[in-house]
């Protein structure tokens, strides 16, 4: 298929955070400082206006990862090679763009380049982990965008402390994380992986899938967070015929809004994995939320219950479930993050048994590619830089400030 | 999990069928010969009926696969070990039953046990293929039964000519079938076993699996034969938010379940498949249907749409399939079913790109298996054998008979 070249998602993501948090995205441009509803610190908005600035070129930095022989494709945007698609227009405007996926260790391209640079772009898919030890040689940065989901990957505290704006571009792949995640509970649930292998290597042995296959309906499921990508999910979920479809978050969907998803919200988190056959989760990570799938819990869970993680490999403890993955207690557990990217070769997740892994790519589909990438800006008039970083500084993601206002991104 | 022991389906699916093919079940039970609408062939309804025949015991046989270790857990019904659980209760009849998996070749275990039985039972999953030859040698043969659906293994008309009954348990695995659906047109499109394949073997290549990766929304979806696995395709994947839903079949749906399904019909299944960035095969093998994704038809699909077949592997021409792959004009070609099973060592479907094969598993989860086994009618206090084969003689399958019906299955 050819991508669909839409810029949809991204401006209704735009809109719909500004209803969700009660701000509008223009407000991004205002130079004021605001203080976050939670939170002590006093968080300046769009501090860094890029065009607006009087002090000419900037370097903007990028990471990204090579996509080598599959970046011929040119709606392969979100690679090294490619850019992000935005090249030549930073270029035509004057500025200075370098790319990178050298990204670790200490003497790496990037710790090279980011000591001048002003704007650093990013990837939760080749997360360049930005400390706080980072930051402090970084001498002129202002700005760091992540083009995509999810900011974890930066000292969100050290980067607050500096004053530094981290924005990212919030919505832009709900749908393909939401897809990729009802994919792999169908995936566990079916057992489809090791039938899958098995005809690839030239065997054949239904028993030795089907022992392991049931179907989704009249199970239920539950997702942790009923933010934008749990509620993605559970519209999909909806004509699956579940007994329940549950979610837990700290906040309420309105009444019309729980009927049209069919779902039901759970007060308590541990009540609602006891009731669950497969629970999904769609929560940042964050201090409440890291180590939160760990031994304990898991034990709270039915067993042979799935787990699908398309959220932050942290969010799970790595030997809790792979151990559970062995004895049973868990019936699989998929997801496409890992506690450090690219996992280590001998990372636990890649050989336990009934997991749906994979490296990180569900919310990096070309589609969202095209969506996450500035470009569609800069295509559809956008062309202003001011315009640009101001639409994409969608809030400012200060550390658990998302989990404040609910689960969900 | 433990598989759901709800036979609640198999009665929903026998309402459906008397409903759909305007007779009820128990019409099977009256020994008349009807003839069905669109053929000649004049057709006995339940010919043999069992536990009333004055001839006292009846040897049955059934032919399943062979789950060897698997066969410990006692959910796992349909394999040669746990016999569809019901040789406790045939036995108990005073019959003598017998199983075996071996079903090839002129000297098999099936050829020397069927001389004599009076009832077969095969299943779509480990196929015994009943030729007229076979069926020549077959001298006290009564009755055929099918443990799931679809006796396209069966030469219908050689068992139609000597007035032998093929019933099969209609509706059984419907669910099952169109979960797994889903379940392969997301593997596809997001290009989810390359990616599984990667990490399980040590690797992390995100631009291997995400070059090729799209999302399903907006995108069109066509489904071939809008019968009972049809319309719940269409029903799982509303929540997608897809472009539109197609579906070709010769008969209607009614305009309120259209809209319940969000779907709309096509006349022409080329116009059709010249809309579609997915196809799903929902039709059963019979002659029209055979070869129908031949070359000339791939290519009037979209370039590089994906084609999903659950239902037969010969609706698909195997080398045409193949070319597809690797020319591209297929994005990816998915299923469980193929043209001989097991399929050979080099049967090309196991190696070309961009496949999501596995054996014959989608109507063979332990839940389907549960709704599938005869033991259902006896655990549920249809115990007497006349009742529970008539109840299973859903219908005759003529040879094109449900086509003549409309696709679906």
Redesign the interface.
């Known amino acids: 298929?050819?991508?669909?070249k839409?810029g949809s998602l991204l401006l209704s993501g735009a809109k719909a955070l500004s209803k969700q948090h009660g701000f509008a995205a223009s407000a991004a441009n205002t130079r004021s400082t605001q203080i976050l509803p939670g939170f002590a610190s006093p968080c300046s908005f769009s501090r860094y206006s890029y065009s607006s600035s009087a002090e000419g070129q900037k370097k903007i930095l990028g990471v990204f990862?090579?996509?080598?022989e599959?970046?011929k494709?040119p709606e392969?945007l979100?690679?090294v090679e490619n850019a992000l698609g935005i090249r030549e227009w930073l270029e035509s405007k004057g500025h200075k763009y370098v790319v990178t996926s050298d990204k670790d260790g200490p003497n790496s391209e990037l710790d090279k380049e980011l000591a001048d640079a002003h704007i650093l772009i990013t990837t939760p898919?080749?997360p360049a982990y930005i400390t706080k030890e980072r930051l402090a040689k970084a001498k002129n940065l202002e700005l760091l965008v992540t083009a995509g989901v999810g900011s974890d990957h930066i000292d969100l505290r050290a980067a607050a402390d500096k004053g530094l704006t981290v924005s990212e571009v919030t919505g832009s792949n709900v749908?393909?994380v939401a897809?990729?995640e009802?994919?792999r509970v169908?995936?566990l649930?079916?057992?489809?992986?090791p039938?899958?292998?098995?005809?690839?290597e030239?065997g054949?042995?239904?028993?030795?899938?089907?022992?392991h296959?049931?179907?989704?309906?009249?199970?239920t499921v539950g997702t942790v967070g009923g933010g934008r990508i749990g509620q993605e999910v559970m519209?999909?979920?909806?004509?699956?015929?579940l007994k329940e479809m549950l979610y837990f978050d700290r906040h309420s969907l309105s009444a019309e809004r729980e009927k049209e998803l069919g779902c039901k919200r759970e007060e308590d988190l541990d009540t609602m994995l006891a009731k669950c056959?497969v629970v999904i989760v769609n929560t940042p990570l964050t201090d409440q939320t890291r180590g939160l799938f760990n031994k304990e819990r898991i034990a709270k869970m039915?067993k042979?219950?799935?787990l699908v993680n398309n959220a932050r490999g942290a969010i799970a403890d790595t030997m809790a479930v792979k151990e559970a993955c062995e004895s049973g207690q868990l019936?699989g557990y998929g997801g496409?993050v890992w506690n450090e990217?690219?996992?280590g070769?001998d990372h636990p997740?890649?050989?336990m048994p009934n997991?749906?892994?994979?490296?990180?790519?569900?919310g990096?589909?070309?589609?969202?590619?095209v969506t996450i990438s500035p470009q569609f800006f800069h295509l559809n008039a956008f062309a202003d830089c001011l315009r640009f970083f101001s639409s994409s500084v969608l809030g400012l993601l200060l550390h658990g400030w998302i989990f404040e206002f609910g689960f969900g991104f």
């Open positions: 298929m050819a991508s669909r839409s990862f090579a996509a080598h599959y970046a494709n392969f979100g690679c898919f080749h749908t393909s897809e990729d009802v994919l169908l995936t649930v079916r057992n489809f992986a039938g899958w292998k098995q005809v690839n030239g054949w042995n239904v028993a030795a899938v089907v022992h296959a049931y179907d989704l309906i009249d199970r519209q999909r979920l909806k004509g699956f015929k056959d039915k042979g219950a799935y019936g496409d990217q690219p996992a070769k997740w890649r050989y997991n749906a892994m994979t490296p990180h790519i569900s990096t589909t070309l589609d969202a590619q």
